[in-house]
């Protein structure tokens, strides 16, 4: 999700530390490369600016530091032929860094096979943003990064133009080579003074045609070092050794807000390998994400470490949030969600609309709270000294990290370097940064190089959880049964409150999430939003708001069809309507309506294309066929991100027990720049979405968090994840705007789930998690 407000908060630097700062990856293996090959394509470099490329807005422009295209920042050219390329995003699994330098490479007619890739360390001046979530990175990079390729090539034709003394009208660049009649030159051979041409502007560029793409669009070109994570050779966090490095862990407060009282270290200290215990300063909300506090205990080993924190005697003062109830809180949102709500969107006459209707029909849908819970528990190593501060860590936002490290250091951010190690898994947790600084609070406090290792246990008690949340939908019908209005109320405890004193009600950015940007041909609309203050530390997950979004309204899509007696696609596409782009203005959205960031004239709500995902994911299907008895289908469609997702689940129930067989997922993110990434993260969201469906709850009893690892917060596994999970890509041409994947398929697959549950069994679910087994 965007970091809206932790944008308003990042000050400019000028610092600009070299390049030696940066992380070389060892690359091990080119398997799987390209056909295309050194005698593929030629292509001018100096042809001026080309119809095949006319840039248009993206919200990277408005990020903090927007976008960078500066060549000499991202490629380096060497005289062996190699070419380095700097991959500015932070990868966890979805591609990114592999994806945008292979744009660069293709643009410039570099042969992949001779790309290294080097990750950057945290710094926007130098890069451009970098906070690698929203489902952005392609979107918002992928125009610069051609940008960069394109200048390179020209700076080659350029360089043997002038070695060869001929006009640069008769320099070809093909792959990994510049010729021109009876000049021939490796790249490696013009690399210095490619490297010493001046920065083309854009108008001097030429860009290829999409028929000469080799890698753009072809998913031929699979993640960097996959051979490194699927060996066991790739760095994450917890894999960083430092000489003479401490092993910490934390005791955190169990309630958010509160703080130690006393505690007594003795027993721990008398454990072999355990060197020091110390308090660590607590916060309370709004801290954005300034860590829980609590006690840290220090050894030679993190084993010893744990031992140790399980010595300590802590006598917790557990501050204002110490009666928080989930179910509780639970029972008084529903109440919340029955009352008239702060209007949001208000399109037509709905109050007469349901005056005048022949009847009404109304459905709630809760969600309880949710931890990210990726495969890698957090881990941040720290080294501060009293010339600076050098961290390493998994994170999503590495200059945000950066920024928040040095002002809890009392440095100044020129001072503070911040490597970025492969993620497992980030989903928005590796967003907050409240790890990062706990290790370098620590650092500083003992005079060493520190790991701080979270447990399970922690990541599950001390996370910054997915609201939870109640949607309350009715619709008015007439006569004839025709929806004549809509009346959607949220309420959820909002993300505002981890960065400003909580208002009790969603911001814009929440509500432009599925909510006010509804996209059904409904003559009266109305959007509310209820007051549910929040009790714990509220922050972004996977696909956000959307989540119970998408779950509310597409489960009561099907409940309105089998109410009517209708198929469950005959019904949406009825609720869709018409082929058409929504007018913001004219069907009420708000002013401040939230389009991810992104001009609504680049990308509008197009209903065409939500009705073609689901159209489809169901023909796909085989939707319509006859069932074996205990097996049902359900659909879901949604757009989120920019990006439109259908998905076709298919369940089968024995003895109570949901199994899925076989999921379809039809996406449309505009132009598949990486189809086989595409792909990977639509079948990754079939199985997340699966375990935010049955398992994902996280409750509170006295302000603490009631589960602890996988035995009660527990993943789909290999014996019950979908069996079969089918993507269906809608190809566009390259004038489509590319939009991202890495969220937009999780939001349909609950509702999907339960859409398909009902089908089999005729038992409606309607609270997440809903279990992994149903009454027949």
């Known amino acids: 999700m965007l970091h809206y407000l932790e944008q308003a908060a990042i000050t400019t630097s000028t610092t600009s530390p070299g390049a030696n700062w940066e992380t070389r990856l060892a690359k091990v293996s080119r398997r799987g490369f390209l056909a295309g090959g050194a005698a593929a394509l030629s292509i001018a470099a100096f042809a001026g600016p080309a119809e ?53 490479a293709d643009e410039m007619g570099a042969d992949w096979s001779r790309v ?64 021109s009649g009876a000049n021939l030159a490796g790249f490696g051979e013009l690399a210095a003074a490619a490297m ?107 084993d010893a470490a744990i031992k140790g924190r399980d010595a300590l005697e802590i006598e917790w003062d557990d501050g204002p949030h110490g009666g928080y109830n989930s179910a509780a809180f639970l029972a008084e949102m529903r109440e919340t969600a029955k009352k008239p709500g702060e209007i949001l969107r208000d399109e037509g006459d709905v109050d007469a609309a349901f005056g005048s209707a022949a009847r009404s029909f109304a459905r709630e849908y809760s969600q309880a709270h949710m931890v990210h819970a990726a495969m890698e528990p957090l881990v941040s190593v720290a080294n501060v000294t009293n010339s600076g501060a050098e961290l390493w860590a998994p994170v999503q936002s590495p200059s945000a990290a950066r920024q928040d490290v040095a002002t809890a250091l009392g440095m100044d951010m020129s001072d503070v370097r911040m490597n970025v190690t492969l993620l497992g ?30 447990t399970r246990e922690d990541d599950i008690r001390h996370s910054f959880n997915h609201t939870t949340s109640v949607e309350r939908i009715e619709v008015a019908l007439d006569a004839s049964d025709k929806i ?54 509220i922050g972004w997950f996977r696909a956000v708001s959307n989540i119970p979004r998408a779950w509310a309204i597409q489960s009561f899509a099907a409940e309105l069809a089998d109410e009517l007696g209708k198929d469950q696609r005959e019904m949406l596409l009825e609720l869709i309507g018409a082929d058409r782009q929504l007018d913001p203005e004219a069907q009420g959205f708000p002013d401040d309506y939230w389009n991810y960031g992104e001009t609504y004239s680049a990308y509008p ?30 659909l879901a469609v949604h757009r989120s991100f920019v990006t439109y997702v259908a998905s076709a689940v298919r369940v089968k129930i024995e003895e109570g027990r949901i199994t899925v067989p076989e999921v379809h997922m039809a996406v449309d993110c505009g132009f598949a720049v990486n189809p086989e990434r595409i792909r990977s993260q639509m079948e990754g969201s079939a199985v997340m979405g699966m375990t935010l469906a049955l398992h994902s709850g996280v409750t509170y009893e006295n302000g603490a968090v009631v589960q602890s690892n996988f035995n009660d917060y527990p993943m789909v596994r290999s014996t019950n994840f979908p069996k079969k999970v089918h993507t269906h890509i809608v190809e566009h041409p390259f004038s489509v705007h590319a939009s991202g994947v890495g969220e937009p398929g999780l939001p349909p697959i609950a509702p999907a789930l339960a859409n398909a549950v009902f089908n089999a069994t005729g038992k409606r679910l309607r609270d997440l998690p809903m279990g992994d087994t149903v009454e027949t």
């Open 196 to 302: 010493l041409q001046p920065v083309p502007a854009f108008e001097e560029l030429s860009f290829k045609e999409e028929s000469e793409f080799r890698y753009i669009g072809k998913g031929n070109v699979e993640i960097y070092d996959l051979h490194d994570i699927t060996t066991g050779k790739a760095i994450y966090g917890a894999d960083v050794r430092l000489p003479g490095m401490k092993f910490a862990v934390i005791a955190r407060p169990p309630v958010v807000g509160g703080k130690v009282r006393s505690f007594d270290a003795r027993r721990a200290l008398e454990l072999p390998g355990v060197e020091q215990v110390m308090e660590l300063p607590g916060s309370i909300p709004p801290a954005k994400f300034a860590p829980l506090g609590g006690v840290a205990v220090i050894a030679s080993n993190t």
């Open 116 to 179: 290294t890739l080097i990750q950057a360390e945290g710094n926007e001046p130098k890069y451009g943003n970098q906070d690698t979530d929203g489902s952005r990175s392609m979107r918002h990079h992928l125009q610069s990064m051609r940008q960069i390729g394109a200048s390179v090539r020209l700076m080659l034709a350029r360089a043997a133009a002038e070695q060869w003394g001929v006009e640069i009208d008769k320099v070809e660049v093909g792959v990994h080579e510049v010729s």
């Open 484 to 537: 004549v209005a809509w009346r959607h109320n949220s309420v959820a405890p909002s993300i505002l409150s981890t960065f400003a004193p909580d208002s009790g009600h969603q911001f814009f950015i929440e509500s432009g999430m599925g909510h006010v940007d509804m996209p059904f041909e409904i003559p009266n609309v109305r959007c509310e939003n209820g007051k549910a203050m929040a009790h714990t530390r």
């Open 425 to 454: 898994g980030g989903f928005g947790r590796k967003s907050k940064c409240d790890d990062v600084i706990e290790a370098a609070l620590i650092s500083q406090a003992i005079g060493s190089p520190v790991k701080v290792q979270w």
């Open 52 to 104: 095949a490329f006319k840039r248009y807005p993206v919200g990277g422009e408005q990020m903090p530091h927007g976008l960078r295209d500066n060549p000499l920042v991202f490629v380096t050219l060497y005289p062996d032929g190699s070419v380095e390329i700097v991959a500015h995003r932070s990868e966890m699994g979805q591609g990114a860094r592999t994806s945008l330098p292979m744009v660069v």
């Open 605 to 634: 709500i197009d209903t065409k294309r939500l009705k073609g995902v689901l159209n489809l994911a169901a023909d796909k299907a085989g939707w319509g066929a006859e069932m074996l008895a205990g097996e049902g289908w359900g």
